[in-house]
């Protein structure tokens, strides 16, 4: 059974919430009839709004973080139960610029997924190697290691509904994109491991995404490889045409 498309927009710092309800707005009819599942990652303060906006479309909403604890002295976090509250279905984790900026670890992003698959929000794990370690050509083994440590502790089963997004951290807003070829090899390693920890037949239902500066004109030949299942958006996603010529990248 061949796996469903999941686009994702992930809209980092940006946009107020009154600027986010015009972009949903705006975009609620451009992708009313998309063949692939639409997700808008938001800011926290926007979340509010998002899910509200986005009831009764096809629109999901996902956070771009979220802390391991139920509740507590965490000071700016967001827990779990907070997003359910809400009505938000996805949540970002271990995302290249949480590990750079915010000291994110293998560790913690486990911790993560961990609570998210417990509590019934749909993870989307980052993984992503630098320039530096893919010129050393080590590029295998860290997106090997990032995997494996990020998955302990899940079933086959709970595997199979997450989603995994590769973000070569050297393409991300930077304008550069990894060539097709090159995005569906990583993809491909990601979707061995998986099979290498559980079976075959996780490894073939779960979906796998490329981010990386995917926009309209590359989508479909990015889309169309066999391993990659969908993408996580960044500077396209805060643009209703850009973002909808991604989701219908095969209309």
């Known amino acids: 059974m061949a796996r469903k498309k999941i686009v994702a927009g992930n809209w980092k710092m940006n946009k107020t919430p009154s600027q986010a309800a015009e972009l949903i707005k705006e975009l609620i009819p451009m992708v009313a ?9 938001t800011p926290a303060i926007d979340l509010a709004i998002a899910t509200e906006l986005t009831k009764g479309t096809n629109i999901a909403v996902g956070a771009e973080n ?26 970002i984790i271990g995302h290249s610029e949480r590990r750079e900026y915010f000291a994110e670890t293998d560790e913690t ?51 199979k509904n997450i989603v995994i ?9 930077t304008g550069k994109t990894a060539t097709a070829d090159q995005a569906d090899e990583v ?15 996780v490894a073939e239902a779960t979906r796998i995404q490329y981010g990386g500066s995917m926009k309209p004109t ?13 993408g996580l958006i960044g500077g396209a996603a805060l643009k209703a045409p850009d973002f909808t010529g991604i989701v219908k990248y095969n209309k």
């Not at 993984?127 to 050393?136: D, V």
């Open 33 to 41: 009839d998309a063949d692939a599942d639409v997700v808008i990652c």
């Open 66 to 91: 979220m802390h391991w604890e139920e509740s507590g002295a965490y000071t700016g976090e967001i827990s779990a139960d907070m997003l359910l509250d809400l009505g938000v279905k996805y949540v």
């Open 109 to 159: 992003v486990n911790k993560k997924v961990l609570k998210a698959v417990e509590k019934g929000i749909t993870p989307i794990l980052c993984c992503g190697e630098t320039l530096e370690q893919r010129e050393m050509g080590i590029m295998p083994e860290h997106i090997r290691k990032q995997i494996k440590i990020a998955l302990m502790g899940l079933t086959g089963e709970q595997v």
């Open 165 to 173: 997004a590769y973000e070569p951290i050297w393409a991300i807003g």
């Open 187 to 201: 993809c491909g390693i990601i979707r061995n491991v998986i099979a290498e920890l559980y079976d075959g037949t």
């Open 218 to 230: 590359n989508a479909a030949e990015l889309m169309a490889k066999p391993n990659i299942d969908g």
